[in-house]
């Protein structure tokens, strides 16, 4: 392989990674702190998407393509985490995890009956290359990496400098203990869903132009953000990060090397870590599902 | 049951609860007076913790209700328990490990609202010492240290504590011994305990409990020294 291949790959990979962060993160945060296994985020995503699409088919502005998708996205995750998920917390996981794959499957429908079956394209926000080493990458596919970094620094400050990221860290660890203290757990797992939700969105509208927008965009996502998140460890968002790294880089470079390869890659590397961690790179100790001690 | 019931801070009646078809709590009553300290024992499965949890507001009921100050709690969620007054210790000394004694500290003053931690880290000084540690490292005594200092915090009226000397050291225990009395001085207790030494020497009034019910009430002083209670378990 020459190097620019190899570039290529790896830029490829990073514009990979920053998606993969921003629709596993929401998952990672759903199983650490509320212990659901939210599916229907890919709602959140493929709704963000559209969103992009719609906005800038009509106003032809991809920043308000971005906040509308945003906005949308966060405002669905308001209704299901009020409306419904807040009824089935308690619940087994088997029970919430058929309940967000009904939601997932439902929001497919809505979306098919508003945008239709067909595909659609979005336009790109910018043709820009730049130059790394002498090879020519596309500016937009560092910059999508370089958003998932600035979410990921947000997260990490909103949990480790603010105290209602304290009060979320507690509850990571023990829920029924920070309601103990006095704290509305339920505000909390709201305001959180709806900040996941909402970077869902984004990941959505920043993957949109690169892809063709479609109903069931959700399906192939879910897959990898299941890898992501289990790879990286359920519940550690620093582990959505790295993991997130990995398998933007094996997906690249496996798709560089022989097409197949960049499906199959990240199974590999998943299986082949829970052989050896069955918690996954920064597994979170906690209270639920076996994580115990 | 006794005369005197003004003053009643707390009072269950008739109380069952079932863990899916597994009843566990068959028509528990107690109750506690303002400035008690009051010592539930009983042996491991007696429906301890159950009550406690039940009356904190983590667990539902099945019959029966649960008053405090005058109103019913039991169809609040467990952080509305806890805001109005009504704390609880459990029995896992869990902290939270991942934060430093501080940030307990400050979660705790974050859900009441009380800032002055000074007033309530005079029982355990101990822990100023502490503050930068992570809470995950402390010793099982200075955890409970630190959970009772958290629920101190808000000055709740009552602070139910769920076995707090179990598993520590003797030292420790006369510790605790001590620093309940002191608490005692402007907060109701009530305490599950299976040191029965311990009891009688903190007790006001002891509550046994066996399988499910309150088999006996001891409430004579010199009953309670004597460990009359210990009978029943
Ligand atoms: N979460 C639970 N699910 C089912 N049964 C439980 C649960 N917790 C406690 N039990 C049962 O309820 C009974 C009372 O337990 P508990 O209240 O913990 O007693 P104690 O605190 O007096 O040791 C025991 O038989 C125990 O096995
Ligand atoms: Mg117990």
Do not use: C
Not at chain 1, 14 to 26: C, D, K, R, T
Request: charged content about 15%; proline content about 3%.
């Amino acid at each position: 392989m020459n190097l620019n291949l190899w570039i290529t790959s790896l830029v490829y990979g990073l514009s990979m990674s920053g998606v993969l962060f921003l629709v596993s993160v929401g998952i990672s945060i759903g199983f650490g702190l509320m212990r659901i296994v939210n599916m229907e985020q890919m709602v959140y995503y493929t709704f963000g998407a559209y969103m992009a699409y719609t906005i800038v088919t009509s106003t032809g502005s991809f920043l308000l393509g971005i906040i509308a998708a945003v906005a949308v996205a966060a405002a669905l995750g308001i209704i299901v985490e009020t409306q419904l998920l807040r009824r089935v917390y308690s619940r087994e996981m088997m029970f919430t995890m058929v309940v967000t794959f009904s939601v997932f499957l439902i929001g497919i429908g809505i979306i098919q009956y508003i945008w239709g079956l067909d595909p659609k394209p979005v336009a790109s926000p910018m043709e820009t290359m730049i130059r790394i080493v002498r090879v020519k990458v596309p500016l937009y596919r560092l910059l999508i990496f370089a958003v998932a970094i600035l979410v990921y620094i947000g997260i990490q400050l909103l949990l480790n400098r603010t105290i209602m990221g304290k009060a979320i860290r507690a509850g990571i660890e023990n829920p029924n203990n920070v309601q103990g203290l006095g704290i509305n757990i339920y505000k909390i797992f709201t305001i959180m869903f709806v900040i996941a939700s909402g970077i869902a969105g984004l990941g959505g509208a920043l993957y949109a132009p690169l892809i063709m927008v479609g109903p069931y965009m959700g399906w192939d996502m879910l897959l990898f953000a299941f890898i992501t998140v289990i790879l990286g460890g359920l519940g550690s968002i620093k582990g959505t990060m790295v993991s997130a790294l990995i398998l933007g880089q094996v997906m690249a470079l496996g798709g560089t090397l022989w097409a197949p390869l960049a499906y199959i890659a990240p199974f590999i590397v998943m299986f082949l870590v829970i052989l050896v961690k069955p918690t996954g790179l920064f597994g979170v100790r906690g209270t639920a599902f076996g994580f115990e001690s | 049951m006794n005369a005197d019931r003004t003053n009643t801070l707390l009072n269950v009646s008739d109380l069952e609860v079932s863990y899916q078809k597994l009843k566990v709590l068959f028509g528990v009553s107690v109750y506690v007076k303002k400035g008690e300290n009051v010592v539930l024992v009983g042996r491991n499965g007696a429906g301890k913790t159950t009550l406690f949890r039940t009356i904190a507001g983590f667990i539902k009921k099945g019959k029966g209700n649960i008053v405090y100050k005058g109103k019913e709690i039991d169809r609040l969620e467990a952080y509305e328990v806890a805001q109005r007054g009504l704390k609880y210790i459990p029995q896992d000394k869990q902290v939270f490990s991942d934060l430093t004694v501080r940030e307990n500290l400050e979660l705790g003053s974050y859900a009441t609202k009380d800032h002055e931690w000074d007033t309530v880290l005079v029982h355990f000084p101990k822990l100023k010492t502490l503050l930068d540690r992570k809470a995950g490292n402390l010793s099982g005594g200075e955890r409970q240290m630190l959970l009772i200092t958290m629920a101190l915090l808000g000055r709740p009226e009552l602070v139910l504590m769920d076995e707090p000397t179990e598993g520590l050291a003797p030292q420790l225990v006369k510790e605790l011994k001590d620093a309940f009395k002191e608490i005692n001085r402007h907060t109701t207790l009530f305490i599950i305990e299976q040191n029965l030494p311990l009891t009688a020497e903190v007790a006001d009034r002891v509550y046994s409990m066996k399988e499910g019910k309150i088999v006996a009430e001891t409430t004579a002083r010199d009953d309670i020294k004597e460990m009359v209670f210990e009978k029943y378990l």
